[in-house]
Protein backbone atom coordinates (compact mmCIF):
# COMPACT_ATOMS: atom_id res chain seq x y z
CA UNK A 1 0.00 0.00 0.00
CA UNK A 2 1.85 3.21 -0.88
CA UNK A 3 1.71 6.49 1.19
CA UNK A 4 1.18 8.73 -1.73
CA UNK A 5 -2.02 10.33 -2.49
CA UNK A 6 -3.53 11.43 -5.43
CA UNK A 7 -3.91 14.64 -6.08
CA UNK A 8 -7.74 14.50 -6.59
CA UNK A 9 -7.52 12.84 -3.12
CA UNK A 10 -6.17 15.98 -2.16
CA UNK A 11 -8.81 17.76 -3.90
CA UNK A 12 -11.42 15.71 -2.38
CA UNK A 13 -9.93 16.65 1.45
CA UNK A 14 -9.92 19.97 0.20
CA UNK A 15 -14.01 19.82 -0.66
CA UNK A 16 -14.82 17.62 2.08
CA UNK A 17 -18.55 19.24 3.62
CA UNK A 18 -19.06 19.72 7.05
CA UNK A 19 -18.08 18.47 10.29
CA UNK A 20 -21.11 16.30 10.74
CA UNK A 21 -20.06 14.02 8.18
CA UNK A 22 -23.27 14.51 5.61
CA UNK A 23 -22.20 14.25 2.38
CA UNK A 24 -23.10 16.93 -0.23
CA UNK A 25 -23.43 16.54 -4.37
CA UNK A 26 -20.17 15.71 -5.81
CA UNK A 27 -18.10 18.74 -7.07
CA UNK A 28 -16.56 18.13 -11.00
CA UNK A 29 -12.82 17.35 -10.47
CA UNK A 30 -10.57 20.38 -11.42
CA UNK A 31 -8.12 20.63 -14.33
CA UNK A 32 -4.40 21.03 -13.52
CA UNK A 33 -3.25 23.99 -14.92
CA UNK A 34 -0.93 23.09 -17.48
CA UNK A 35 2.62 22.95 -16.98
CA UNK A 36 5.51 24.56 -19.60
CA UNK A 37 8.37 22.35 -20.36
CA UNK A 38 11.80 23.59 -19.29
CA UNK A 39 13.70 25.64 -21.79
CA UNK A 40 16.46 23.46 -23.54
CA UNK A 41 19.49 24.08 -22.91
CA UNK A 42 21.66 25.80 -24.67
CA UNK A 43 25.54 23.84 -25.68
CA UNK A 44 27.71 25.63 -28.10
CA UNK A 45 30.02 23.34 -30.14
CA UNK A 46 33.68 22.92 -27.60
CA UNK A 47 36.75 23.78 -29.49
CA UNK A 48 38.74 20.23 -29.77
CA UNK A 49 42.07 21.61 -28.72
CA UNK A 50 40.37 23.38 -25.56
CA UNK A 51 38.19 19.38 -24.79
CA UNK A 52 41.90 17.76 -25.64
CA UNK A 53 43.19 19.50 -23.17
CA UNK A 54 40.59 20.57 -20.40
CA UNK A 55 38.16 17.53 -21.14
CA UNK A 56 37.67 13.96 -19.00
CA UNK A 57 39.98 11.60 -19.66
CA UNK A 58 38.26 8.31 -21.52
CA UNK A 59 35.86 5.88 -19.77
CA UNK A 60 35.33 8.74 -17.37
CA UNK A 61 31.40 10.59 -17.22
CA UNK A 62 31.26 12.34 -14.10
CA UNK A 63 33.93 14.90 -11.78
CA UNK A 64 34.93 11.69 -9.81
CA UNK A 65 35.66 7.95 -10.77
CA UNK A 66 34.12 5.34 -8.79
CA UNK A 67 35.85 2.85 -7.46
CA UNK A 68 32.62 0.54 -6.91
CA UNK A 69 30.22 -1.01 -9.37
CA UNK A 70 30.22 0.96 -12.62
CA UNK A 71 26.50 -0.36 -13.77
CA UNK A 72 28.37 -1.95 -16.56
CA UNK A 73 30.30 1.09 -16.87
CA UNK A 74 34.10 0.63 -17.77
CA UNK A 75 35.95 0.88 -14.85
CA UNK A 76 38.66 4.19 -14.37
CA UNK A 77 42.18 3.30 -14.02
CA UNK A 78 43.66 4.28 -10.37
CA UNK A 79 46.93 5.72 -9.31
CA UNK A 80 49.79 3.03 -9.54
CA UNK A 81 51.32 1.85 -6.33
CA UNK A 82 53.84 3.51 -3.92
CA UNK A 83 57.03 2.37 -3.74
CA UNK A 84 58.51 0.19 -0.96
CA UNK A 85 60.46 2.81 0.02
CA UNK A 86 57.46 6.04 0.20
CA UNK A 87 55.22 3.24 1.56
CA UNK A 88 57.95 2.65 4.38
CA UNK A 89 58.41 6.63 5.08
CA UNK A 90 54.42 7.64 4.57
CA UNK A 91 52.26 4.76 4.81
CA UNK A 92 49.75 3.92 7.32
CA UNK A 93 51.63 1.44 10.18
CA UNK A 94 50.60 -2.06 10.35
CA UNK A 95 46.93 -3.18 12.24
CA UNK A 96 48.42 -3.88 15.82
CA UNK A 97 52.14 -1.88 15.27
CA UNK A 98 52.45 0.87 17.46
CA UNK A 99 50.96 4.67 16.58
CA UNK A 100 51.97 7.94 16.64
CA UNK A 101 49.19 8.93 19.12
CA UNK A 102 50.81 6.43 22.20
CA UNK A 103 54.49 5.82 23.30
CA UNK A 104 55.53 2.00 23.35
CA UNK A 105 54.14 -0.11 26.00
CA UNK A 106 51.10 2.28 26.86
CA UNK A 107 47.73 0.95 27.81
CA UNK A 108 45.87 2.78 24.77
CA UNK A 109 42.84 3.65 27.35
CA UNK A 110 42.76 6.94 26.57
CA UNK A 111 45.53 10.22 26.49
CA UNK A 112 44.83 10.76 30.70
CA UNK A 113 45.81 7.08 31.59
CA UNK A 114 49.88 7.29 30.29
CA UNK A 115 50.98 9.93 32.74
CA UNK A 116 54.64 8.77 31.07
CA UNK A 117 53.62 9.73 27.57
CA UNK A 118 51.27 13.09 28.45
CA UNK A 119 52.68 14.66 31.72
CA UNK A 120 50.64 16.19 34.19
CA UNK A 121 51.34 18.29 37.31
CA UNK A 122 54.99 18.32 38.84
CA UNK A 123 55.71 16.37 35.42
CA UNK A 124 53.48 18.67 32.79
CA UNK A 125 56.77 21.32 32.44
CA UNK A 126 58.17 24.11 34.31
CA UNK A 127 55.02 26.07 34.27
CA UNK A 128 52.91 23.62 35.47
CA UNK A 129 50.44 23.03 31.73
CA UNK A 130 50.21 20.35 29.31
CA UNK A 131 52.17 20.20 26.41
CA UNK A 132 49.99 21.54 23.48
CA UNK A 133 51.90 19.50 21.10
CA UNK A 134 50.69 15.82 22.93
CA UNK A 135 47.21 17.25 22.35
CA UNK A 136 45.50 16.90 18.76
CA UNK A 137 42.20 18.35 20.15
CA UNK A 138 44.22 20.81 22.55
CA UNK A 139 43.25 25.17 21.63
CA UNK A 140 45.91 26.61 19.50
CA UNK A 141 48.08 29.16 22.13
CA UNK A 142 51.65 31.04 22.43
CA UNK A 143 53.49 28.25 24.31
CA UNK A 144 57.23 29.32 25.70
CA UNK A 145 60.34 29.43 23.84
CA UNK A 146 61.71 26.13 22.97
CA UNK A 147 64.60 25.35 25.12
CA UNK A 148 67.89 26.02 23.97
CA UNK A 149 66.85 29.25 22.29
CA UNK A 150 68.79 32.54 23.51
CA UNK A 151 67.53 34.68 25.86
CA UNK A 152 66.79 37.93 24.55
CA UNK A 153 70.11 40.26 26.07
CA UNK A 154 69.84 43.43 27.74
CA UNK A 155 71.76 46.80 27.27
CA UNK A 156 74.62 46.70 29.75
CA UNK A 157 74.75 49.85 31.64
CA UNK A 158 77.54 51.73 31.79
CA UNK A 159 80.17 51.81 34.77
CA UNK A 160 82.32 54.17 36.90
CA UNK A 161 84.70 56.14 35.01
CA UNK A 162 88.07 55.24 35.87
CA UNK A 163 90.77 57.94 36.91
CA UNK A 164 94.12 57.89 35.59
CA UNK A 165 95.52 56.31 38.57
CA UNK A 166 93.56 53.33 38.18
CA UNK A 167 94.08 53.16 34.08
CA UNK A 168 97.97 53.21 34.96
CA UNK A 169 98.48 51.26 37.71
CA UNK A 170 95.16 49.73 38.79
CA UNK A 171 95.40 47.15 35.91
CA UNK A 172 91.75 47.64 34.17
CA UNK A 173 93.67 48.49 31.09
CA UNK A 174 95.90 45.95 29.04
CA UNK A 175 99.41 47.39 28.40
CA UNK A 176 98.79 47.36 24.96
CA UNK A 177 96.13 49.63 25.03
CA UNK A 178 98.15 52.23 27.12
CA UNK A 179 100.83 52.05 25.11
CA UNK A 180 99.01 52.93 21.90
CA UNK A 181 97.09 55.13 24.01
CA UNK A 182 100.98 57.19 24.45
CA UNK A 183 101.69 56.92 20.75
CA UNK A 184 98.63 58.74 19.63
CA UNK A 185 99.28 61.55 22.89
CA UNK A 186 102.79 61.88 21.14
CA UNK A 187 101.05 62.60 17.45
CA UNK A 188 98.52 64.53 18.65
CA UNK A 189 101.11 66.86 20.52
CA UNK A 190 103.50 67.20 17.82
CA UNK A 191 100.78 68.05 15.44
CA UNK A 192 99.98 70.79 17.72
CA UNK A 193 103.19 72.13 18.19
CA UNK A 194 103.87 72.25 14.50
CA UNK A 195 100.55 74.21 13.86
CA UNK A 196 101.57 76.71 16.84
CA UNK A 197 105.14 76.97 15.46
CA UNK A 198 103.71 78.16 12.30
CA UNK A 199 101.35 80.14 13.56
CA UNK A 200 103.79 82.37 15.30
CA UNK A 201 105.87 82.30 12.77
CA UNK A 202 102.70 84.17 10.63
CA UNK A 203 102.53 86.41 13.80
CA UNK A 204 105.75 87.61 14.08
CA UNK A 205 105.98 88.38 9.84
CA UNK A 206 102.92 90.95 10.94
CA UNK A 207 104.07 92.85 14.19
CA UNK A 208 107.34 93.60 15.24
CA UNK A 209 107.69 93.88 19.65
CA UNK A 210 110.44 96.35 19.57
CA UNK A 211 109.21 98.98 16.67
CA UNK A 212 109.26 102.39 17.34
CA UNK A 213 108.21 105.10 14.95
CA UNK A 214 110.10 108.07 14.25
CA UNK A 215 109.41 111.11 15.79
CA UNK A 216 107.55 113.83 13.48
CA UNK A 217 108.85 117.24 12.27
CA UNK A 218 106.93 119.95 13.31
CA UNK A 219 103.70 120.89 11.28
CA UNK A 220 104.71 123.42 8.19
CA UNK A 221 103.38 127.15 9.05
CA UNK A 222 100.42 128.02 7.27
CA UNK A 223 101.48 131.48 5.68
CA UNK A 224 98.97 134.25 5.75
CA UNK A 225 96.49 133.90 3.01
CA UNK A 226 96.45 130.23 3.31
CA UNK A 227 92.38 128.70 3.60
CA UNK A 228 93.34 127.61 6.89
CA UNK A 229 94.63 130.78 7.69
CA UNK A 230 91.54 132.67 6.29
CA UNK A 231 89.14 129.88 8.29
CA UNK A 232 90.51 130.71 11.64
CA UNK A 233 89.61 134.59 11.11
CA UNK A 234 86.55 134.39 9.43
CA UNK A 235 84.64 131.49 11.40
CA UNK A 236 84.60 133.52 14.78
CA UNK A 237 82.25 135.97 12.79
CA UNK A 238 80.28 132.84 11.15
CA UNK A 239 76.58 131.92 13.29
CA UNK A 240 74.78 128.89 13.00
CA UNK A 241 70.46 129.77 13.46
CA UNK A 242 68.87 127.38 14.41
CA UNK A 243 65.06 127.96 14.20
CA UNK A 244 62.60 126.37 16.38
CA UNK A 245 58.43 126.50 15.26
CA UNK A 246 56.44 124.27 17.62
CA UNK A 247 58.46 120.54 17.59
CA UNK A 248 59.37 121.86 14.15
CA UNK A 249 62.90 122.92 13.67
CA UNK A 250 65.91 124.43 10.89
CA UNK A 251 69.12 125.25 10.78
CA UNK A 252 70.87 127.97 8.56
CA UNK A 253 73.91 130.23 8.80
CA UNK A 254 74.74 133.87 9.28
CA UNK A 255 77.61 136.29 9.48
CA UNK A 256 78.04 139.50 11.97
CA UNK A 257 78.64 142.59 9.93
CA UNK A 258 78.42 145.43 12.35
CA UNK A 259 79.49 145.75 16.32
CA UNK A 260 76.31 145.81 17.24
CA UNK A 261 74.99 142.04 17.10
CA UNK A 262 73.47 142.60 13.12
CA UNK A 263 73.80 139.49 11.16
CA UNK A 264 73.03 139.12 7.45
CA UNK A 265 71.19 135.97 6.31
CA UNK A 266 68.62 134.54 4.07
CA UNK A 267 65.39 135.29 4.12
CA UNK A 268 64.14 132.07 3.66
CA UNK A 269 66.17 130.84 6.78
CA UNK A 270 64.31 132.85 9.46
CA UNK A 271 61.08 132.99 7.46
CA UNK A 272 59.42 130.27 9.23
CA UNK A 273 59.58 132.26 12.72
CA UNK A 274 58.55 135.69 10.82
CA UNK A 275 54.72 135.01 11.41
CA UNK A 276 54.28 132.41 13.94
CA UNK A 277 53.47 132.26 17.62
CA UNK A 278 56.09 130.82 19.55
CA UNK A 279 58.64 130.83 17.20
CA UNK A 280 62.14 131.04 18.37
CA UNK A 281 66.01 131.63 16.32
CA UNK A 282 69.07 131.23 18.65
CA UNK A 283 72.28 132.29 17.16
CA UNK A 284 75.10 129.40 18.23
CA UNK A 285 79.04 131.56 17.76
CA UNK A 286 82.01 129.43 16.94
CA UNK A 287 82.67 129.03 20.47
CA UNK A 288 79.76 127.17 21.02
CA UNK A 289 77.77 130.03 23.02
CA UNK A 290 74.12 130.86 22.58
CA UNK A 291 72.15 133.59 21.87
CA UNK A 292 68.64 134.39 21.40
CA UNK A 293 68.00 136.81 17.44
CA UNK A 294 65.52 138.75 16.80
CA UNK A 295 64.20 139.45 13.44
CA UNK A 296 65.27 143.29 12.11
CA UNK A 297 63.82 143.06 8.50
CA UNK A 298 63.04 141.12 5.38
CA UNK A 299 63.03 141.32 1.71
CA UNK A 300 61.35 138.13 0.11
CA UNK A 301 62.49 139.82 -3.66
CA UNK A 302 66.10 139.45 -2.71
CA UNK A 303 65.92 136.38 -0.56
CA UNK A 304 67.80 138.76 2.65
CA UNK A 305 66.82 139.10 6.10
CA UNK A 306 68.83 140.48 9.22
CA UNK A 307 68.23 139.66 12.78
CA UNK A 308 69.91 140.81 15.93
CA UNK A 309 71.77 139.33 18.95
CA UNK A 310 72.25 141.50 22.27
CA UNK A 311 76.20 140.07 22.39
CA UNK A 312 79.36 142.34 23.49
CA UNK A 313 82.03 142.72 21.36
CA UNK A 314 81.87 140.17 18.91
CA UNK A 315 83.63 139.23 15.93
CA UNK A 316 82.86 141.21 12.78
CA UNK A 317 83.37 139.88 9.36
CA UNK A 318 85.47 141.73 7.01
CA UNK A 319 83.56 143.51 3.97
CA UNK A 320 84.67 142.97 0.32
CA UNK A 321 83.54 143.84 -2.99
CA UNK A 322 81.99 141.43 -5.20
CA UNK A 323 82.73 143.45 -8.34
CA UNK A 324 86.44 143.23 -7.91
CA UNK A 325 86.42 139.42 -8.39
CA UNK A 326 86.88 137.44 -12.20
CA UNK A 327 86.43 134.17 -13.16
CA UNK A 328 88.54 131.74 -11.91
CA UNK A 329 89.12 133.66 -8.76
CA UNK A 330 89.31 131.55 -5.63
CA UNK A 331 86.39 131.14 -2.95
CA UNK A 332 85.85 129.93 0.54
CA UNK A 333 82.19 128.90 1.17
CA UNK A 334 81.89 128.58 5.03
CA UNK A 335 78.52 127.46 6.66
CA UNK A 336 76.65 125.16 9.03
CA UNK A 337 75.39 122.38 5.86
CA UNK A 338 73.20 119.97 7.29
CA UNK A 339 73.67 121.28 10.78
CA UNK A 340 77.54 120.79 10.90
CA UNK A 341 78.75 124.16 11.85
CA UNK A 342 82.06 125.47 11.05
CA UNK A 343 82.24 123.45 8.05
CA UNK A 344 84.52 125.31 5.21
CA UNK A 345 84.49 124.75 1.52
CA UNK A 346 86.87 125.66 -1.18
CA UNK A 347 86.40 126.87 -5.13
CA UNK A 348 86.51 129.00 -7.38
CA UNK A 349 84.46 131.63 -9.02
CA UNK A 350 82.56 129.80 -11.94
CA UNK A 351 80.63 132.69 -13.55
CA UNK A 352 79.63 136.36 -12.77
CA UNK A 353 75.95 138.04 -12.74
CA UNK A 354 74.10 134.95 -13.06
CA UNK A 355 70.41 135.54 -12.43
CA UNK A 356 68.61 132.82 -10.37
CA UNK A 357 65.01 132.41 -9.87
CA UNK A 358 64.16 131.65 -6.47
CA UNK A 359 61.35 130.37 -4.55
CA UNK A 360 59.71 133.62 -3.28
CA UNK A 361 56.81 134.16 -0.87
CA UNK A 362 53.64 134.39 -2.41
CA UNK A 363 53.18 136.75 -5.71
CA UNK A 364 56.80 137.93 -4.86
CA UNK A 365 59.48 136.66 -7.37
CA UNK A 366 63.05 136.36 -5.82
CA UNK A 367 65.70 136.70 -8.71
CA UNK A 368 69.03 137.28 -7.79
CA UNK A 369 71.89 138.22 -9.90
CA UNK A 370 74.51 135.68 -8.73
CA UNK A 371 78.12 135.29 -8.07
CA UNK A 372 78.54 131.30 -9.71
CA UNK A 373 80.75 129.18 -7.87
CA UNK A 374 81.81 125.61 -7.65
CA UNK A 375 82.66 125.26 -4.02
CA UNK A 376 80.03 122.71 -2.06
CA UNK A 377 77.15 124.72 -0.78
CA UNK A 378 74.45 122.23 0.73
CA UNK A 379 71.13 123.09 2.93
CA UNK A 380 72.34 124.77 6.42
CA UNK A 381 74.68 127.05 4.18
CA UNK A 382 72.15 129.32 3.15
CA UNK A 383 73.41 132.59 4.82
CA UNK A 384 76.94 132.18 5.31
CA UNK A 385 79.35 133.93 3.82
CA UNK A 386 81.10 133.64 0.37
CA UNK A 387 85.26 135.01 1.41
CA UNK A 388 87.71 136.00 -1.44
CA UNK A 389 91.62 135.08 -1.08
CA UNK A 390 91.93 137.82 1.53
CA UNK A 391 89.24 136.26 3.78
CA UNK A 392 86.94 139.06 2.63
CA UNK A 393 82.92 138.69 2.15
CA UNK A 394 82.35 138.69 -1.44
CA UNK A 395 78.70 137.04 -2.02
CA UNK A 396 76.06 135.33 0.49
CA UNK A 397 75.24 131.51 -0.17
CA UNK A 398 72.12 131.10 -1.07
CA UNK A 399 71.16 128.27 -3.60
CA UNK A 400 72.45 125.83 -5.28
CA UNK A 401 71.15 123.63 -8.74
CA UNK A 402 70.70 120.16 -8.03
CA UNK A 403 69.93 117.41 -10.82
CA UNK A 404 66.14 118.00 -9.58
CA UNK A 405 66.52 121.64 -10.02
CA UNK A 406 67.04 124.83 -8.28
CA UNK A 407 66.32 124.39 -5.06
CA UNK A 408 67.13 126.32 -1.45
CA UNK A 409 66.78 123.46 1.11
CA UNK A 410 66.67 120.04 -0.91
CA UNK A 411 69.17 118.19 -2.63
CA UNK A 412 73.23 118.44 -2.85
CA UNK A 413 75.68 119.83 -4.33
CA UNK A 414 77.07 119.10 -7.62
CA UNK A 415 79.32 121.90 -7.79
CA UNK A 416 76.75 124.80 -8.91
CA UNK A 417 76.32 126.94 -5.84
CA UNK A 418 75.25 130.82 -5.96
CA UNK A 419 76.07 134.06 -3.85
CA UNK A 420 74.11 137.41 -3.73
CA UNK A 421 76.56 139.64 -4.63
CA UNK A 422 78.01 141.41 -1.50
CA UNK A 423 77.34 145.28 -2.84
CA UNK A 424 73.29 144.03 -3.17
CA UNK A 425 73.78 142.52 -0.15
CA UNK A 426 75.10 145.23 1.99
CA UNK A 427 72.60 147.78 0.68
CA UNK A 428 69.37 145.48 1.15
CA UNK A 429 71.39 145.19 4.35
CA UNK A 430 71.73 149.14 5.22
CA UNK A 431 68.16 149.76 4.25
CA UNK A 432 66.39 146.94 6.72
CA UNK A 433 68.71 148.17 9.65
CA UNK A 434 67.67 151.66 8.85
CA UNK A 435 63.70 151.73 7.92
CA UNK A 436 63.48 147.62 8.62
CA UNK A 437 61.91 146.97 5.06
CA UNK A 438 63.00 147.74 1.58
CA UNK A 439 61.29 149.28 -1.84
CA UNK A 440 62.56 148.20 -5.54
CA UNK A 441 62.24 150.02 -8.62
CA UNK A 442 59.82 148.70 -10.89
CA UNK A 443 59.07 149.12 -14.90
CA UNK A 444 55.40 147.83 -14.49
CA UNK A 445 55.62 145.06 -17.42
CA UNK A 446 54.89 141.21 -17.15
CA UNK A 447 57.63 139.67 -19.87
CA UNK A 448 58.74 136.17 -21.13
CA UNK A 449 62.04 134.91 -22.75
CA UNK A 450 62.37 135.12 -26.54
CA UNK A 451 64.49 134.08 -28.82
CA UNK A 452 64.56 134.79 -32.64
CA UNK A 453 67.46 132.42 -33.68
CA UNK A 454 69.97 135.75 -33.66
CA UNK A 455 68.89 137.74 -31.02
CA UNK A 456 67.41 137.13 -27.46
CA UNK A 457 65.10 139.05 -25.43
CA UNK A 458 62.00 139.99 -22.51
CA UNK A 459 58.60 140.25 -24.68
CA UNK A 460 56.10 142.20 -22.86
CA UNK A 461 52.84 139.97 -22.44
CA UNK A 462 51.02 142.78 -20.67
CA UNK A 463 51.70 146.51 -19.40
CA UNK A 464 50.65 147.85 -16.01
CA UNK A 465 48.56 150.76 -16.40
CA UNK A 466 49.72 153.94 -14.80
CA UNK A 467 53.01 152.01 -14.67
CA UNK A 468 56.36 153.19 -15.73
CA UNK A 469 56.46 151.27 -18.90
CA UNK A 470 53.24 152.88 -19.75
CA UNK A 471 53.96 155.88 -19.30
CA UNK A 472 57.23 155.05 -21.70
CA UNK A 473 55.20 154.21 -24.36
CA UNK A 474 55.98 150.07 -24.43
CA UNK A 475 53.33 148.51 -25.73
CA UNK A 476 52.17 144.68 -25.79
CA UNK A 477 54.24 142.60 -27.72
CA UNK A 478 57.57 144.83 -27.58
CA UNK A 479 61.16 143.07 -26.84
CA UNK A 480 63.32 144.66 -24.68
CA UNK A 481 66.59 144.03 -25.45
CA UNK A 482 68.41 146.74 -23.02
CA UNK A 483 67.96 148.06 -20.05
CA UNK A 484 70.47 150.98 -19.88
CA UNK A 485 73.76 149.44 -19.91
CA UNK A 486 72.81 146.20 -19.53
CA UNK A 487 72.01 143.43 -22.37
CA UNK A 488 68.76 141.23 -21.94
CA UNK A 489 68.64 137.90 -22.65
CA UNK A 490 65.79 136.52 -20.95
CA UNK A 491 62.89 137.99 -18.30
CA UNK A 492 65.02 137.00 -15.46
CA UNK A 493 67.74 139.69 -16.36
CA UNK A 494 65.59 142.00 -17.33
CA UNK A 495 64.16 142.13 -13.82
CA UNK A 496 67.75 141.58 -11.90
CA UNK A 497 68.44 145.00 -14.40
CA UNK A 498 65.39 147.38 -13.37
CA UNK A 499 65.93 145.92 -9.29
CA UNK A 500 69.52 147.03 -9.55
CA UNK A 501 68.17 150.70 -9.95
CA UNK A 502 66.34 152.97 -7.39
CA UNK A 503 63.02 154.18 -7.75
CA UNK A 504 63.10 157.25 -9.74
CA UNK A 505 65.75 156.83 -11.98
CA UNK A 506 65.30 157.75 -15.71
CA UNK A 507 66.70 154.83 -17.30
CA UNK A 508 66.82 154.07 -21.36
CA UNK A 509 64.93 151.39 -22.47
CA UNK A 510 65.96 149.56 -25.92
CA UNK A 511 63.60 147.31 -27.72
CA UNK A 512 62.46 145.86 -30.62
CA UNK A 513 58.50 146.62 -31.91
CA UNK A 514 57.67 144.87 -35.82
CA UNK A 515 61.10 144.31 -36.37
CA UNK A 516 62.41 147.70 -35.86
CA UNK A 517 64.50 148.92 -32.90
CA UNK A 518 63.34 151.58 -30.90
CA UNK A 519 64.63 153.41 -27.45
CA UNK A 520 62.42 154.98 -25.21
CA UNK A 521 62.97 156.59 -21.28
CA UNK A 522 61.43 155.01 -18.77
CA UNK A 523 60.74 156.51 -14.99
CA UNK A 524 61.31 154.07 -12.88
CA UNK A 525 58.42 153.33 -10.13
CA UNK A 526 58.49 151.91 -6.52
CA UNK A 527 56.65 148.26 -5.38
Known amino acids: MSDAQDPADERGTEGAGPADGAAGPAEPPREAPPRLPPRGLERPAVDPAAAEVFGRPAGVDG ?15 L ?6 ALASAFGRPAAHGPTLQRPPGGTGERPGDDEAFWPTGDRAGTDGREDPWRRPESPVELGPPPPGEAEPTTERGRGPRLSVREVLFGRRVEPKALALLGVLALLIGAVGGLVGRY ?5 NSLTEPGATLSATTEGKERPPGSVSDIAGRVLPAVVSLDIKVGRQGGTGSGVVIDPAGYILTNNHVVAPAADAQGATVQAVFS ?8 IVGRDPKTDLAVVKVQVTNPTV ?21 LGLAGTVTTGIVSALDRPVRLDGEGTDVAVID ?5 AAINPGNSGGPLVDSTGAVVGVNTAIRSLGGSSQSEGGSIGLGFAIPIETARAIA ?10 HAELGVNVRSVTDGQADGAQVQNVVQGGAAAGAGIVEGDVIVKVGERDIAGAD ?11 GDVVPVRLVRDGRPLTVNATLASD
Open 63 to 77: GFADTGSTNGHTRST
Open 79 to 84: APAPTA
Open 199 to 203: TAEGA
Open 287 to 294: DGSRAPAA
Open 317 to 337: ARIGSSDALAVGDAVIAIGSP
Open 370 to 374: AVQTD
Open 430 to 439: EELIRTGRVS
Open 493 to 503: ELIVAVREKNP
